[in-house]
């Protein structure tokens, strides 16, 4: 039999902010420490963020072209050889902002046995992580509607202490952030809500013509709908329950609603510059950040 849960105290807890706060202030400790960790697993996946222009910073030598002024040369290196000239290049050093949403609504503190944590918790360990990458890279990074673009090191504490401040947790959505187009968005929710209201928040969010990433975090059983037998769906953000009956019978009616679900929130993303990734806790945060990073770095 699949077991599912909530990594919120009690039932109430879903719905009250000050709730959800204390017990996010208990877990950030390790959810700190997981986001450090995968941190610095992955501190070399956003080198390829790097390019040429303007700054101080090294970056690399590259062939002097024919037509290109001969002050770039860089005479020092090119004297080792005889039959080449040679351009030193700086590093591009104008950072991007990049704004992340991290989802902790009620749906997102959903579990079941199949799952290593919350959707919540990995949500925070996964955006906390990019976000000290983002700062390792040089980049400005900020919370949706919490903080203000930063690029201190200490960006990991900064935001953790933003999250257990921030008591409208149960009823937030994706905030309205006017971005400038070289700024960035990332969102990171389960994204289980009719796109009827889902699609126009995100819309208004692309509206600028920034970058945006969305990553759908979800647990195993949400993909996969292993019940069996007599079953009823209780609402998680609702008093709302469902009897479905067989759940053999129905598991290919959910899984499809929950693919043609995704395909939306895909096509969205085309139209719109975008790109999405699906993420589910059986797996590690290491699974879902380098792919994010990977996409964010070919931007």
Not at 103 to 114: E, L, P, T
Not at 131 to 149: I, Q
Request: charged share 25%.
């Amino acid at each position: 039999m699949t077991r599912v849960t909530l990594s919120t105290p009690t039932k109430q807890a879903t719905r009250t902010g000050a709730s959800f706060a204390a017990a996010l202030a208990q877990r950030l400790p390790l959810i700190a420490f997981e986001a450090r960790r995968v941190s610095a697993l992955l501190a070399a996946g956003l080198h390829g963020r790097g390019r040429a222009g303007p700054g101080e910073t090294f970056w690399q030598y590259r062939p002097f072209s024919a037509g290109e002024p001969a002050n770039r040369i860089d005479w020092r290196r090119s004297a080792r050889h005889d039959d080449h000239y040679f351009v030193r290049e700086r590093e591009w050093e104008a950072a991007h902002t990049v704004y992340l949403w991290i989802d902790r609504s009620a749906s997102m503190h959903f579990s079941s046995d199949q799952a290593q944590v919350s959707k919540a918790d990995r949500a925070l360990v996964i955006g906390l992580a990019l976000a000290d990458l983002l700062v390792r890279s040089g980049e400005c990074v900020a919370l949706m509607g919490l903080t203000k673009p930063s690029a201190s090191r200490q960006v990991i504490d900064r935001f953790a202490e933003a999250l257990i401040a921030d008591t409208g947790v149960a009823s937030q959505s994706i905030p309205f952030i006017p971005m400038h187009s070289r700024a960035e968005a990332v969102v990171i929710s389960d994204f289980l809500e009719p796109t009827a209201d889902l699609l126009p928040r995100l819309a208004l969010l692309a509206s600028s013509g920034a970058k945006g990433h969305l990553v759908s975090v979800l647990d195993p059983v949400e993909t996969e709908f292993p019940f069996t037998g007599e079953t009823e769906l209780v609402g998680v953000e609702s008093i709302r329950r469902l009897d479905i009956g067989d759940a053999d019978a129905f598991r290919s009616t959910y899984l499809d609603l929950i693919e043609r679900h995704h395909q939306a929130l895909q096509i969205f993303c085309a139209e719109k510059g975008w790109d999405f990734g699906l993420h589910t806790t059986e797996r590690s945060a290491s699974s879902a950040l380098l792919p994010l990073i990977s996409r964010m770095a070919a931007r």
